[in-house]
């Protein structure tokens, strides 16, 4: 149903009363580590609600890389095109400040090396998916190959440019949703965003995507042209991933057949199941959970 072609990453998180200045060392909590990065983020978030889910991408020959393999295996998500490579595995480094603030490095190691080559691999895969989902994690030229082979098959485009960087107008034209947030959205406009989110969605219009879904954290979300989708009201844990699981999800109900603005519906629960619990991937909903809220 869906194929993602992006990052997997293993988060490292320690919680910290205060972050050290250049020079200091300040003790931290134990190591936490987790299953991150925004395209396995939103593989597992897809295959957590029922939708036969691969990704695309790389990781080291490490222990991160059988760590992020098995747990997404585990997730039942395809891994059959995640390439091992040479060296170290993507690593995110996250400092939780006392307020839930966090500080974020990320190093992408293998992600960074996902090729124009790995997509043409797995030029069937995409072929065979209804919806090919990206993001900005691994490398320009990846993505763009991988949205002219899926535009090439007639497979859906779903895009989601973060972390946000220049979009080449040719990767615009392809995405059906492009998906946003509101920073992101701010980034693509520049100094002539609209304060209005609807207006924004429509300003996103003119840059030449098919259609444009803009998310508003804990109010929901905008369909451009087709209004405001509401987000449950839930007592707010941890948002991190939340955009992933709306982007998972949206993908998910696509290549299901939903019209846009029904999928948005459908992700925007999804995102507010995924924002009561800790962590990205660990607090993402099945479909019980999603009909549950
Ligand atoms: P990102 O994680 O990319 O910043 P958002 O914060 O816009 O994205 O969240 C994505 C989606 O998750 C929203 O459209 C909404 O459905 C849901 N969501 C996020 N935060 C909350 C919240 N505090 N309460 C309810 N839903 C939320």
Redo the contacts with the bound molecule.
Sequence with gaps: DVVVAGSANADLVVRVERRPASGETVAGSDLATFPGGKGANQAVAAARLGARTALLGRVGDDGHGALLRASLERDGVDVSRLAATPGPTGVALITVGPEGDNSIIVSPGANARLTEEDVAGAADLIGAARVLSLQLEVPLPAVLAAARAAEAAGTRVVF?P?PPAPVPAGLLALCDPLIV????AAFLLGEDAPEDPEERASALLTLGPRSVVV???????VVAGEGR?P????T?VD????????TGALAWRLARGDGLREAAVF??????A??RRPGAQSSFPTAEEVEAL
């Design positions: 989601n973060s947030n509101e920073h992101e998310t508003l954290g804990a109010e929901g979300a989708v987000s449950p009201r839930v707010a948002t991190t991933g939340a955009g992933d699981a709306f992700a925007a629960r999804v995102g507010a995924a924002v």
